[in-house]
């Protein structure tokens, strides 16, 4: 891929299925550390530590997944303004 792509396009293109099924263990992972961290009852701190670690790792593995693509020929000839950029908006 020689054309460089902007956050903004990352988003809007296709994600690989591999990285969608990333991005869904990714959220589930954060809702359930979010769970185990606001629990109302009393927990042990280590397992609400693990709870604050569950929802970053997710967070962090959605995040990047997102923004990951394989755009074929064919869907970058149907997007004309994805092209090479002088100025420091391109990735």
């Given at each position: 891929?020689?054309?460089?792509?902007?956050?903004?396009?990352r988003v809007t293109l296709p994600t690989p299925r591999f990285?969608?099924?990333?991005?869904?263990?990714?959220?589930?992972?954060?809702?359930?550390?979010?769970?185990?961290?606001?629990?109302?009852?009393?927990?042990?701190?280590?397992?609400?530590?693990?709870?604050?670690?569950?929802?970053?790792?997710?967070?962090?593995?959605?995040?990047?997944?997102?923004?990951?693509?394989?755009?074929?020929?064919?869907?970058?000839?149907?997007?004309?303004?994805?092209?090479?950029?002088?100025?420091?908006?391109?990735?």
């Amino acid at each position: 891929m020689d054309k460089k792509l902007t956050v903004l396009d990352r988003v809007t293109l296709p994600t690989p299925r591999f990285f969608r099924k990333v991005r869904t263990i990714g959220a589930v992972l954060a809702a359930v550390g979010g769970v185990i961290a606001t629990a109302p009852v009393a927990l042990p701190t280590v397992v609400v530590t693990i709870g604050g670690y569950l929802v970053l790792a997710g967070s962090v593995a959605a995040a990047v997944s997102s923004v990951a693509v394989e755009p074929s020929s064919q869907e970058l000839a149907r997007r004309p303004e994805i092209v090479e950029r002088e100025d420091g908006v391109s990735l």
